[in-house]
């Protein structure tokens, strides 16, 4: 089947909206999912963007039953590391269930990878949720490190009254 | 002791550069680290930035035996995540052994903290080593959540010649 990798634009992001939900859904993680359509086309698209995304679109004959052509997406930004220096973080990489097995997921995180080299990033980070098997086999296959279980580093966060809490001097 | 918390600027590359080894080699990590003060001027000074950072600095009467008045630091970059959108990710987070049970490390993360507040940001992401007790143990205290832990989200990574590969259409 035909599909096209091209970069998201401001016009992507409801059905980028309704994928995010998609996958949250997917990861059990829903109630998580905080950010709207709006907030993804405030901090995506304005001057100083907060993320990159791409889009994996196919054409209208292959349109799903809810006429959805936009059928996949990742979105990226540039981030740092002090052991390897530039790096491309991917915060999601998402295709919809009926779409899978045809090599659109890879080709999503394969467009990520070139746009890492060719800004001189030499690692590709990201999260992966351990329950979600399938997810981590095709990772590993593409040659990732899981780099929790081999060197134990945590993702953290704080927020809310935290965050809040945190800043005051 | 009196400190100040200030913008990193290129003529602190050398003091990073330093205290990003003795950070690694306090987390056993220093075989990984792979960046120059030279890539830190780069990457972080240029027109587009892939970091920012802030220093500790003591006054000159304070100054180590070696010299060394900037005496902590710590990096950080804009990032997003779609469960709730603008983040500010902490890259590392370090002070010198002798200054530190001051606050210093307290004062830095809030340096961070309001920041990201200030750009919009509601979370303040970054990775830590769970071997790590003593610096576990101070996030817990600021209000952070161990996401690993709780959700089961792994931090995972592509480089070197596996990323190379991936980018390969």
Redesign the interface.
Known sequence: MDYTIRAANVEDCQDIARM?ME??EHDK?SD????TQE?LEQ??FSK?P??HGIIAEVPEQHRTKEGHTKIGYA?Y???????????V?M??LYVMPEFRGRGIGK?L??KI??L??AAGC??????????NKSS?DF?FR????????D???????????????????
Request: charged share 15%; proline share 1%.
């Open positions: 995010v996958l949250a993680v998580l999912v905080k950010i907030d901090d995506g100083k907060f993320f979105l930004f540039y981030s740092y590391t002090t052991w390897k220096g530039r790096a973080y915060v999601d080709a995180m394969s990878a070139q890492g080299l030499t690692q590709l980070n990201f999260i992966a949720l351990e329950q981590l990772y593409q040659g990732c490190s899981d780099i929790t279980a060197i134990g580093y945590h993702y953290m966060s704080c927020n809310g009254e935290a965050l809040e809490h945190l800043a005051q001097p």
